[in-house]
């Protein structure tokens, strides 16, 4: 190591001995001014933000409210609807003080201390969107508030940082009740109402002032989210039904309640009080205007809307938005007045009991586009129905599922067939017959007996084609048939023609009977596949949004698809069109047009149906009665004064006096020709044909004689595909007894005409709508 020169210090050398190093490290003077510039920039920036920031005012927000802007197909206004017409600020005297304490217990206990802002709530929203994923986090009252009046409500870190200035500025310049006043005169408490003075009115009929502890806390629960809050439910939405709504908010009210008790804001008395009887809010009523089918017409525009965009259903109902809907006002009309005129004819609930409860559900679609022209959701808001009928799952559609039974085996064949089955194709058509496996077993109940399919009548009908047994619709043939084509293929091939997964029942032999539940307007839009040559468009009912008079995103029609091949949708609607002209759908002969179609009807009688269409328009009638308090589907046997009621019937009415009116003045378009599809492949036990001249099969023909499946019969080698047992099919695991849990899911298999059968789940119980018409929640 080289001597340092005497008189020289170190610091002159720095790549002398150890110390060369330091000579790259900064001073602690520059350390030090670099962090005190730094932190005083951030103090600066600080100070700016927070004097560039102005304080919310409730009366600003209620002003900036608007309605929404709902137009017929034509560009017509159809109504104006929102929070502009439902929201009413009040002063913190007249909210009483159980609703103040109510907040503050279940929302931010330390309101009246902190400084109004959650640090630690900012910082895990801000690492939330770091990840990508939701940047709310835990807000105070005075963060709500802030949240409440400052319209925008995207989800950015720019957002967060100035709600934070915001909310520092409100909480060091606003005295803690004016704050409080106005997070209860901005929050949304559902049923259109912004505001605790709305709210009252809507949910109790009252003025805020008049609120009792426990419907203060009531209301106090709503603000977690009045989708899932409000009893009243929503069966269109998924997971919001009237059970799970009620569960959910006696669960919230019983928990506020305590915790302003343990807080000491309610005396021992008034808690044991409140607590004593759950505030039952009452019935919802119609908004201004939503009357007649327009509060369904909404309802469905809305729900097509948020599903559609980035738009929260909270900014959503702040108004100012225009949306062009498809709904065609004479369609509309002209389905509303068809319903209105059968049940005139046919209904007498005052005077008859088991016409009471007895409703509809239509929809109408445009073949090869998708657009909803037309739907009768119920008897309107007014009369108290706030269930879409025409949007929500729970009736299972019984006979109108054959068609895709046929499609499935037309498109894939059986286990036994070298490709695509002929419609000509012969299966037992007798009353209660066993179901057999693949493998030459029979589906066995869960006692390890035979399952039996029944028909709607003992006549022995024999080894009949499946043309004849659509057209008369029995039940026995279709059962085999699902079971050789595999429940899987039936399931795939009405998926892809437009119904919802959640509305599937268990692929059980009954699967192919309809035990399954879609929506009204997904039947209407999967019948429009088979009419448009295959060709499947998803219903919509939205062609155009505008928010402020800009254009938003995201509302182009949907895309076309190929869903079977062509000719396998011109086979099932040549073998739909002699349902009409020789079977269960004659009535629908008073269209005078050419038309396709298939009537349903379920077991016990518990709902009917007719789905129907020409090339320009396919439409889905549906007729169910329903008990109002338990929602549980009810047997019609005796409604009308009538035996029973069928889907040939009523439901085949109303879809013809509607269908008049709404193709009035078009052309028939009529059916492109179906060419000759599959080979004829007989059940097991068929009789071996006589040799016969070859002609063309009628509608007339005689049948082969009734011959019962021997007991062993020789089968050819099973390919892979459903075994079944009485809790459903292997191949789906089995283990489920009923439907699919989501609306309708206990069953209830196809009675044409007459509702006799057995299936093997039973049952009535209206669901939740998950099998709606944009899926989860319909909308």
């Known amino acids: 190591m080289a001597a340092v020169p005497d008189g020289k210090r170190l610091i002159d050398y720095p790549r002398a001995g150890k110390y060369g190093w330091q000579r790259w490290l900064p001073s602690w003077k520059l350390v030090s001014g670099l962090c005190i510039g730094f932190f005083g920039s951030l103090v600066a920036v600080a100070g700016i933000g927070y004097a560039m920031v102005g304080v919310p005012n409730e009366e600003n927000a209620a002003a900036l409210s608007q309605n929404n802007v709902y137009l017929w197909a034509d560009g017509t206004q159809m109504v104006a609807a929102g929070s502009g017409q439902n929201r009413q600020n009040v002063t913190i005297d007249r909210i009483p003080k159980a609703m103040q304490w109510a907040v503050i217990s279940a929302e931010n206990k330390s309101f009246y201390q902190d400084s109004g802002v959650d640090p630690m709530g900012i910082a895990r929203a801000l690492a939330n969107m770091a990840r990508g994923g939701d940047t709310q986090g835990g807000s105070t009252i005075t963060q709500q508030f802030v949240k409440n009046t400052y319209l925008s409500q995207e989800q950015t870190v720019t957002r967060k940082f100035k709600e934070m200035f915001i909310s520092i500025k409100?909480?060091?310049?606003?005295?803690?009740?004016v704050i409080l006043q106005g997070y209860l005169n901005t929050s949304y408490y559902g049923r259109g109402a912004y505001g605790i003075q709305a709210a009252a009115q809507a949910y109790y009929g009252k003025e805020a002032k008049d609120l009792t502890p426990s419907e203060c806390a009531f209301l106090a629960a709503l603000l977690k989210g009045p989708t899932y809050y409000d009893p009243a439910g929503n069966d269109s939405i998924a997971g919001a039904t009237k059970d799970k709504n009620l569960k959910r908010s006696k669960d919230r009210w019983g928990w506020?309640?305590?915790?302003?008790?343990n807080d000491k804001r309610i005396t021992d008395a008034e808690y044991q009080e409140a607590i004593k009887k759950y505030p039952m809010p009452q019935d919802r009523k119609a908004s201004k205007g939503m009357t007649g089918q327009i509060g369904y017409l909404?309802?469905?525009?809305?729900k097509y809307v948020l599903n559609h965009s980035n738009i929260s259903e909270k900014q959503f109902d702040l108004g100012g938005y225009q949306i062009k809907t498809t709904f065609e006002k004479s369609k509309v009309e002209a389905l509303a007045k068809a319903v209105k005129k059968v049940e005139k004819e046919k209904l007498d609930p005052k005077n008859r009991?088991?016409?009471?409860?007895?409703?509809?559900?239509?929809?109408?679609?445009?073949?090869?586009?998708?657009?909803?022209?037309?739907?009768?959701?119920?008897?309107?808001?007014?009369?108290?129905?706030?269930?879409n009928?025409?949007?929500?799952?729970?009736?299972?559609?019984?006979?109108?599922?054959k068609p895709f039974v046929l499609a499935a085996a037309m498109e894939h064949g059986t286990?036994?067939?070298?490709?695509?089955?002929?419609?000509?194709?012969?299966?037992?058509?007798?009353?209660?017959?066993?179901v057999r496996n693949n493998d030459g077993t029979y589906v066995l109940k869960k006692d390890n007996t035979p399952f039996f399919q029944e028909n709607e009548s003992d006549r022995p009908w024999g080894y009949i084609s499946l043309r004849k047994a659509m057209e008369q619709s029995v039940n026995t043939p279709f059962v085999q048939l699902g079971m050789d084509v595999g429940m899987r293929n039936v399931r795939d091939v009405a998926e892809k023609a437009g119904i919802l997964d959640a509305s599937f029942a268990t692929l059980n032999p009954s699967f192919a009977l309809g035990t399954s539940t879609p929506s009204a307007i997904r039947m209407a839009d999967a019948y429009a596949t088979f009419a448009a040559a295959g060709k499947q468009a998803a219903p919509y009912s939205v062609t155009s949004v505008k928010a402020n008079g800009q254009e938003v995103e995201g509302f182009d029609k949907p895309r076309i698809t190929q869903a079977m091949p062509e000719n396998v949708a011109n086979n099932v609607t040549d073998t739909l069109e002699n349902v009409i002209q020789n079977g269960t759908g004659k009535n629908a002969l008073a269209l005078g047009r050419t038309a396709a179609g298939k009537t349903g009807t379920t077991d016990e009688n518990k709902s009917a149906w007719f789905v129907g269409y020409t090339q320009q328009l396919s439409t889905s009638v549906a007729m169910f009665r329903e008990d109002p308090k338990s929602a549980r589907l009810l047997s019609m046997n005796g409604t009308a004064g009538e035996e029973s009621i069928h889907g040939g019937d009523t439901p085949t009415q109303v879809w013809t006096e509607y269908m008049k009116a709404a193709l009035k003045g078009k052309p028939d378009l009529g059916f492109p020709e179906a060419e000759k599809i599959g080979e004829i492949q007989d059940a097991v036990g068929a009789p071996s044909?006589?040799?016969?001249?070859?002609?063309e099969p009628s509608e007339t023909v005689t049948e082969s004689p009734s011959a019962t499946p021997s007991e062993s019969p020789t089968l050819p080698s099973p390919t892979p595909s459903d075994t079944c047992g009485f809790f459903g099919c292997e191949e789906d695991g089995g283990a489920q007894n009923g439907g699919t849990g989501n609306g309708g899911t206990d069953g209830g298999a196809s009675t044409e005409p007459t509702p006799t059968d057995t299936n093997l789940d039973g049952g009535n119980t209206r669901g939740n709508g998950n099998g709606g018409i944009f899926g989860g929640p319909e909308g």
């Open 170 to 177: 409100v909480g060091t310049k606003v005295d803690k009740p």
């Open 256 to 261: 506020i309640l305590e915790q302003m008790h």
């Open 298 to 302: 909404v309802d469905t525009a809305k």
């Open 353 to 387: 009991e088991l016409d009471k409860h007895v409703q509809f559900g239509a929809a109408s679609v445009k073949p090869k586009d998708g657009a909803i022209v037309a739907l009768y959701g119920g008897a309107g808001y007014e009369n108290g129905h706030f269930n």
């Open 389 to 401: 009928n025409a949007d929500t799952s729970g009736v299972p559609v019984g006979s109108t599922w």
């Open 415 to 434: 286990y036994r067939s070298d490709g695509p089955l002929s419609p000509q194709s012969k299966y037992n058509g007798n009353d209660h017959l066993k």
């Open 689 to 695: 044909p006589t040799p016969t001249p070859s002609v």
